[in-house]
T-cell receptor, first 115, second 114 residues
């Protein structure tokens, strides 16, 4: 099956700094990738949809300037958490749709801790 | 509006007992449904999926799920639970007419008693 690689798996950063999370499709091209966020003991909520060659689409309530998404190529999407605060600490996970958009291939996820 | 509901936030079963986790969905078209498992601190692992055809689908780790259109349900079952099955379980529907994003249920935390 298709493989999506997400890095880093864990990151600890200081408040006020920025953190970049990468999501790569290893054996297929992904014109679209989805970014989800999971708060502790909660479900996964879609944050934004990244589109290769165009601006990302953000879900309601997600701060565009805080969560910068770039889809620079057909195999790479990045999420940058800018000016991180402790409340940004979360599990972030990306996914790429499969053929016909009928399934999803997930990255391994990134656990971000802001101290 | 599309939605997925998992009515049980937390379930505890004894090891060796049977398990059923409930999932109800709301979707205007033919649903493509999934069950994922997440161990603490880990990512998502796909247990099984339903696209079409046989309404009883088999997955990994001895899990199965039954799609019932009349009840808008896709319940997950396992005949005999093992201690290693303790984890968080998520039901999801893919919005294939919206690019393939998923809507997840709230999750059910499974605890297994020895």
């Amino acid at each position: 099956g298709a493989v999506v690689s997400q890095h880093p798996s864990r990151v600890i950063c200081k408040s006020g700094t920025s953190v970049k999370i990468e999501c790569r499709s290893l054996d297929f091209q992904a014109t679209t990738m989805f970014w989800y966020r999971q708060f502790p003991k909660k479900s996964l909520m879609l944050m934004a949809t990244s589109n290769e060659g165009s601006k990302a689409t953000y879900e309601q309530g997600v701060e565009k300037d805080k969560f910068l998404i770039n889809h620079a190529s057909l195999t790479l999407s990045t999420l940058t958490v800018t000016s991180a605060h402790p409340e940004d600490s979360s599990f972030y996970i990306c996914s790429a749709p499969g053929t016909g958009n009928t399934e999803a291939f997930f990255g391994q996820g990134t656990r971000l801790t802001v101290v | 509006a599309q939605s997925v509901t998992q009515p049980d936030i937390h379930i505890t079963v004894s090891e060796g007992a049977s398990l059923e986790l409930r999932c109800n969905y709301s979707y205007g078209a033919t649903p493509y449904l999934f069950w994922y498992v997440q161990s603490p601190g880990q990512g998502l692992q796909l247990l099984l999926k339903y696209f079409s055809g046989d309404t009883l689908v088999q997955g990994i780790k001895g899990f199965e799920a039954e799609f019932k259109r009349s009840q808008s349900s896709f319940n997950l079952r396992k005949p005999s639970v093992h201690w290693s099955d303790a984890a968080e379980y998520f039901c999801a529907v893919v919005l294939y007419n919206q690019g393939g994003k998923l809507i997840f249920g709230q999750g059910t935390e499974l605890s297994v008693k020895p």
